[in-house]
């Protein structure tokens, strides 16, 4: 089965067609399926807009559909940016301008504790939906450091590791990262799905 990947973020797409090719599953992008779309991410949670995404993707292409919603919520924000992560500080910034706001939000501030979430919603062409979130819990570092990934990366720092997520290779962040946990979900939940349809 062949599924559509509903996200326009090229870092992001590259992360889930790969994880999801570990797992055995093929997935191509909205733009290689000519299923582009524009997609108001109205929700008020990760779930509802992953579903957004997906729901439109499954509808443009006819095939099925998986998205991520994802974003990086700081204790010491009340949880912000978490879904307006993309959108942090309005649409002139660039991922180093979000994550530079986000250090000078928390400077002198001692509780450093956020995490990062990722809402997974699959939709297929005959309204059966399989949703999975994981979650990976972190620290929010003084200063960026590393170069790898994308986004926030540079100062999500993980204590376990001691190291951002932009000093893991692909592979290292693949196995903690918050999408890494919802696409392991996710594709246990597709496996007992596709059996269920005796396929
Ligand atoms: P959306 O899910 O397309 O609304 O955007 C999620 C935003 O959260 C991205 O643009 C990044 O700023 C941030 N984000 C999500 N996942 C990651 C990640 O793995 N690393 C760094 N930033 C991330």
Same mark, same amino acid.
């Given at each position: 089965?062949?599924?559509?990947?509903?996200?326009?973020?090229?870092?992001?797409?590259?992360?889930?067609?790969?994880? %999801?090719?570990?797992?055995?599953?093929?997935?191509?992008?909205?733009?290689?399926?000519?299923?582009?779309?524009?997609?108001?991410? +109205?929700?008020?949670?990760?779930?509802?807009?992953?579903? %957004?995404?997906?729901?439109?993707?499954?509808?443009?292409?006819? %095939?099925?559909?998986?998205?991520?919603?994802?974003?990086?919520?700081?204790?010491?924000? =009340?949880?912000?940016?978490?879904?307006?992560?993309?959108?942090?500080?309005?649409?002139?910034?660039?991922?180093?301008?979000?994550?530079? @706001?986000?250090?000078?939000?928390?400077?002198?501030?001692?509780?450093?504790?956020?995490?990062?979430?990722?809402?997974?919603?699959?939709?297929?062409? =005959?309204?059966?939906?399989?949703?999975?979130?994981?979650?990976?819990?972190? +620290?929010?570092?003084?200063?960026?450091?590393?170069?790898?990934?994308?986004?926030?990366?540079?100062?999500?720092? @993980?204590?376990? %590791?001691?190291? +951002?997520?932009?000093?893991?290779?692909?592979?290292?962040?693949?196995?903690?990262?918050?999408?890494?946990?919802?696409?392991?979900?996710?594709?246990?939940?597709?496996?007992?799905?596709?059996?269920?349809?005796?396929?």
């Amino acid at each position: 089965m062949k599924f559509v990947l509903a996200s326009r973020n090229a870092h992001k797409l590259e992360e889930m067609r790969s994880i %999801l090719a570990g797992h055995g599953i093929e997935a191509v992008s909205e733009a290689a399926a000519g299923a582009a779309v524009e997609v108001e991410e +109205t929700g008020a949670t990760f779930a509802e807009n992953a579903l %957004l995404k997906a729901r439109a993707v499954m509808e443009k292409s006819g %095939l099925p559909a998986i998205a991520d919603d994802s974003g990086l919520c700081v204790d010491a924000l =009340n949880g912000a940016p978490g879904v307006y992560s993309a959108r942090y500080g309005g649409p002139e910034l660039d991922d180093a301008g979000r994550y530079r @706001l986000l250090l000078q939000a928390l400077r002198g501030q001692t509780d450093r504790t956020a995490h990062f979430t990722s809402a997974i919603a699959c939709v297929f062409p =005959n309204g059966d939906l399989i949703e999975a979130e994981g979650v990976c819990p972190g +620290t929010i570092a003084f200063a960026p450091q590393g170069t790898g990934g994308f986004g926030y990366d540079p100062i999500f720092f @993980l204590p376990q %590791l001691r190291k +951002t997520y932009a000093q893991l290779t692909p592979e290292e962040k693949a196995a903690v990262s918050h999408r890494g946990r919802a696409l392991a979900v996710f594709e246990e939940k597709l496996r007992a799905y596709l059996a269920e349809q005796g396929r």
